[in-house]
């Protein structure tokens, strides 16, 4: 959305902006180097022309707007001087044959150059001045020039009829500005009272903001984080510190909780432009078809038409949810993901996941090209750890490189022999592995990086050339390579690279161990940051890995619920360690017949592994066949999900147990209200698999701080438990029960990691005690 406190857009936005057109099409690449090897064309031929060539010269205008400026500025690669004549000169690198250029090759590189031709004509006082447009082949080093002699005055009915209707938009964003802001002014918060710990929450959060700091927040389930942060982002937006607001997430069901809150304001006066941004693959209208425009027809003339469509849009409606989304794409046939790209240029609040805002290969670039002043609120933030080090990490495989090989040979030649060249490497990684399973080094793969942009060059050509419509896996290893690249930008201390042997392939990573630097840096392109969770604990550890400094602020907040709203208890005559599994499985179910026999209800038994679950699954079916049991899978598609959920119903007149995998779909972000959930069984501290990865991460912190062990097993196990047990209580009139079942829930490594509201752990050591423990629970519900 424009700002009109600093009214700023340069030449080739606002000619691309206003004049775009034609067709979605997945050409034009670009790899790691093109952009250096652009650059250093373009010094090539500047300097071709010696003293006559004045190289990069800016040039700048100011327009007045309704008593604001818009200031309109670029900057020419060249001025040209031919005697007392100035030839604006445009030059565009390709890699395209030359011979396939003609003089109307791109409207939009004329329009560009007719603009640096009227700034500086009309400040020269010129009555007419020549524009040259010069194409590069990177390639073959060819050259070819279009020139074209413009009378002033053309120039300057073209420069306005630009500048007409980019005004148009300012105007829509003007008034809008206005009746957002006095609409936030006297927004109050949207419920009649504060929950305990809420208002403080929202008051940290917007002292935060104001300082332009960052705040880490353990909240417990309950607070209302999601609205006790947009309350007071959206009143730092009324007072304009902050023109943004990108909301955060990991999972879809948080996206609604936000959604909700929106609508919840909305209903008390609230204005404001909110949009969800959904997955391409999910958006899609012809998922079956290629993004192509000779297949898509959403694709097809998508630039004519993306302009009206957002104009639509805008003036329209203010919730820019998926619904409302695909119902203006489909009205103007336009490409409902691009579409919904391009509105968040005109949104208040973005509501997205993390990899819009952290991923460095496909992050927003309109918005994070540059800093900018927004506000980053990050939801259930324990999570964004283990996003960022995927994220920030990329692997290649050689059994890709070698099946393309022999797919390239008649086609490609030079892509074959690239292919060949990176199947070889491969080979030699391998080889280092020598007896064992894998390799470890330090340092970049630099030969590797060699061979990548070789194969993503040839690439480039040949899809330049022949397209990408026949050439699917080939585009794809062709992006994985770019990606390889892109993440060898980052490469640091706090990298490590690893080859493994796997099932007759061979993977080589370069893996992120620690994502702190590269957290900071993202959340350094906005303002200010609030991350937040019901479970970030311990906070000093989040604080560290997820890139936050001294000066930043943390807050740990107490359960608005009471204590006597939950029994929780803690067996301590069982071990889940692996090697002792064998003997616990009867003892587990002996644990589970015990709490489901004291309460008609619904249950869920999380476990640390599917082998796990299903082995106690089968013993307890097998002695209990008359309670109903649903058993989590693997593979669950979303509807299955879904019909899992829905047999929690509240008030139930039979027994049901889910059994779960810890960190798994059902063990966090959702609300099981309304008496749908009486109690969570935990079985184990929740440790991730013993792993090469979780190895040399452990190693890492090991060195770093003496901290390896936890950071790499025991917080982000204790973080998956503490998920499991926060789907109990959800309300103020719920209640239910949590059963540990470990014994090393009660080693201090772990009680000190324990929740404030977990003081009253009782320990149990058989089934009959618990049996108790909840008879006398429960009966304080029922008196």
Request: hydrophobic fraction near 35%; include cysteine; charged fraction near 30%.
């Amino acid at each position: 959305m424009i700002n009109n406190k600093d009214m700023k857009i340069s030449i080739r936005s606002l000619v691309e902006f206003i004049l775009r057109s034609g067709d979605i099409y997945s050409g034009g690449f670009t790899s790691y180097d093109r952009a250096l090897e652009g650059a250093n064309a373009h010094r090539k031929l500047q300097k071709s022309y010696g003293d006559e060539y004045e190289a990069e010269v800016t040039l700048k205008y100011e327009v007045d707007c309704k008593g604001d400026t818009l200031t309109i500025q670029g900057r020419a690669d060249g001025i040209l001087f031919e005697g007392e004549k100035a030839i604006i000169d445009e030059i565009k690198t390709v890699v395209i044959e030359l011979d396939k250029i003609e003089e109307e090759y791109n409207e939009l590189h004329w329009a560009q150059a007719k603009c640096y031709g009227y700034i500086y004509g009309e400040k020269k006082g010129l009555d007419e001045i020549e524009i040259q447009l010069t194409y590069y082949n990177t390639e073959t080093e060819e050259i070819k020039k279009f020139r074209r002699t413009f009378p002033i005055e053309t120039l300057e009915k073209f420069f306005y009829d630009l500048v007409k209707e980019y005004v148009k938009w300012i105007d829509i964003t003007r008034n809008w500005k206005q009746e957002r802001n006095s609409a936030i002014k006297e927004l109050e918060f949207p419920y009649s009272s504060y929950r305990k710990g809420q208002r403080n929450l929202a008051v940290a959060a917007y002292k935060t903001i104001k300082k332009e700091k960052k705040l880490f927040v353990q909240a417990p389930t309950g607070i209302g984080k999601t609205i006790s942060t947009l309350f007071p982002a959206i009143k730092a937006i009324g007072e304009e510190l902050s023109s943004k607001i990108f909301y955060l997430t990991a999972k879809t069901i948080t996206r609604t909780v936000a959604e909700e809150a929106f609508t919840k304001m909305r209903d008390k006066g609230l204005k404001m432009k909110t949009i969800t941004l959904t997955a391409k693959d999910k958006i899609c209208f012809e998922k079956e078809k290629k993004c192509d425009p000779d297949e898509c027809s959403y694709a097809k003339g998508h630039f004519d038409r993306i302009n009206e469509a957002l104009m639509d849009i805008v003036i329209n409606r203010d919730n820019f949810v998926r619904e409302t989304i695909e119902e203006y794409a489909r009205k103007h046939r336009v490409c409902p993901f691009e579409f919904a790209l391009d509105l968040s240029l005109w949104s208040d609040c973005i509501i997205c996941d993390y990899n819009y805002v952290f991923d460095p290969k496909v992050y927003l670039k309109r918005f994070f090209a540059q800093k900018g002043d927004y506000i980053f609120l990050i939801d259930e933030s324990h999570n964004l750890v283990d996003r960022a080090r995927t994220m920030f990490s990329a692997q290649l495989y050689k059994k890709s490189f070698l099946e393309m090989k022999r797919n390239m040979k008649e086609k490609n030649p030079l892509i074959a022999n690239a292919l060949k060249k990176l199947n070889s490497y491969m080979i030699d990684m391998k080889k280092l592995c020598g007896e064992a399973k894998s390799h470890i080094q330090k340092e970049y793969p630099l030969e590797l990086e060699e061979l990548l942009r070789d194969f993503s060059t040839q690439c480039e050509i040949y899809f330049a050339t022949n397209g990408t419509s026949e050439e699917e896996q080939l585009l794809e290893l062709y992006f994985e390579a770019l990606a390889f690249l892109k993440i060898g930008e980052l490469y640091d201390e706090r990298y490590i690279t690893y080859v493994e042997k796997a099932s007759n392939d061979v993977k080589i990573k370069v893996f992120c161990l620690d994502p702190s630097k590269l957290l900071e840096k993202a959340i350094d392109r906005g303002k200010t940051a609030v991350f937040f969770s019901a479970t970030l604990t311990p906070l000093k550890y989040f604080k560290e890995i997820l890139g936050g400094n001294e000066e930043d602020y943390t807050m740990a907040l107490s359960s608005p619920f009471s204590v006597e709203q939950f029994s929780l208890l803690h067996t301590r005559n069982v071990s889940t360690r692996l090697k002792d599994r064998d003997k616990s499985y009867n003892k587990i179910v002996k644990y589970i017949e015990a709490v489901i026999e004291q309460r008609v209800g619904n249950y869920l038994v999380f476990f640390p592994s599917y082998a796990y679950l299903e082995k106690v699954c089968e013993i307890f079916q097998e002695l209990n066949p008359e309670i109903s049991v649903l058993m989590q899978n693997p593979s669950m598609k979303e509807k299955e999900r879904e019909d899992f959920l829905r047999q929690f119903t509240p008030k139930p007149t039979k027994t049901l147990i889910g059994f779960a995998v810890l960190g798994g779909l059902f063990s966090e972000g959702i609300d099981f209200t309304q008496d749908r959930l009486s109690g969570s069984i935990i079985v184990g501290v929740g440790l991730p698999q013993f792993s090469l990865e979780n190895n040399i991460i452990r190693n890492y912190f090991d060195d770093k701080n003496n901290c390896g062990y936890e950071y790499s097993y025991t917080y982000p196990g204790m973080n998956k438990v503490l998920q499991a047990a926060g789907r109990v209580i959800r309300t103020e009139q719920d209640r239910g029960v949590i059963l540990l079942i470990d014994d090393r829930f009660g080693q201090y490594s772990y009680k000190r990691i324990f929740p404030k509201d977990w003081h009253r752990c009782i320990q149990v050591s058989n089934a009959k005690r618990v049996k108790n423990e909840l008879r006398a629970f429960w009966k304080k519900e029922d008196v």
